[in-house]
T-cell receptor, first 115, second 112 residues
Framework: DSGVTQTPKHLITATGQRVTLRCSPR?????VYWYQQSLDQGLQFLIQ???????AKGNILERFSAQQFPDLHSELNLSSLELGDSALYFC??????????????FGPGTRLTVL | LAKTTQPISMDSYEGQEVNITCSHN???????ITWYQQFPSQGPRFIIQ???TKVTNEVASLFIPADRKSSTLSLPRVSLSDTAVYYC?????????????FGGGTRLMVKP
């Protein structure tokens, strides 16, 4: 158990809909990361938040957005869903060292299925 | 654009040493290299992290040459339970600034 929790575990929805994925980081970790894992794209970095502020951005679509709240939990919002958004979504957290990243510990993931 | 590449798959036998290499030619100057293990439908699990030369912990060693453009994960005496996908993760710079890049993953099959 990494100490990172994600809810829900599974989510099934229809095209065009909007969903919210939730992540609680490990105790003491200020940084949260979101990743998408699909069969054809592998593990893709989406976005990082540090203590409530966006810190780095990866391959995140404009239909997707995230935020980190004062209690440090984070939410990933996916809107106007398409079939291709079906994937595993992972959250990770870290204590940031130095200028950039820290050792990231991953949650169990949310499996999103868009029908 | 930063590209992080690994062999797609490797086979080994129980008790052998396995070495998996990751190429990361655009790694950021101040960034670390991290390796993860992933089982089906689970989150990646941290194995080892290093910046340069050699790092060893209770499960693996990590070798990083001076130019840091590659790294090699070494798993001593693998067992059947080490059958999994192994990923390297590095930070790199692209036009948008800093970003994290996973290798495509190496599927390790350990046979009895």
């Amino acid at each position: 158990d990494s100490g990172v929790t994600q809810t829900p575990k599974h989510l099934i929805t229809a095209t065009g809909q909007r969903v919210t994925l939730r992540c609680s980081p490990r105790s003491g970790d200020l940084s949260v990361y979101w990743y998408q894992q699909s069969l054809d794209q592998g593990l893709q970095f989406l976005i990082q938040y540090y203590n409530g502020e966006e810190r780095a951005k990866g391959n995140i679509l404009e239909r997707f957005s995230a935020q980190q709240f004062p209690d440090l939990h984070s939410e990933l919002n996916l809107s106007s869903l398409e079939l291709g958004d079906s994937a595993l979504y992972f959250c990770a957290s870290s204590v940031v060292k130095g200028a950039v990243w820290g050792t990231q510990y991953f949650g169990p993931g949310t499996r999103l299925t868009v029908l | 654009l930063a590209k992080t590449t690994q062999p797609i798959s490797m086979d080994s036998y129980e008790g052998q040493e396995v070495n998996i290499t990751c190429s990361h030619n655009n790694i950021a100057t101040n960034d670390y290299i991290t390796w993860y293990q992933q089982f089906p439908s689970q989150g990646p699990r941290f194995i080892i992290q290093g910046y340069k030369t050699k790092v060893t912990n209770e499960v693996a060693s990590l070798f990083i040459p001076a130019d840091r453009k590659s790294s090699t994960l070494s798993l001593p005496r693998v067992s059947l339970s080490d059958t999994a996908v192994y990923y390297c993760l590095v930070g790199a710079r692209n036009n948008a600034g800093n970003m994290l890049t996973f290798g495509g993953g190496t599927r390790l099959m350990v046979k009895p």
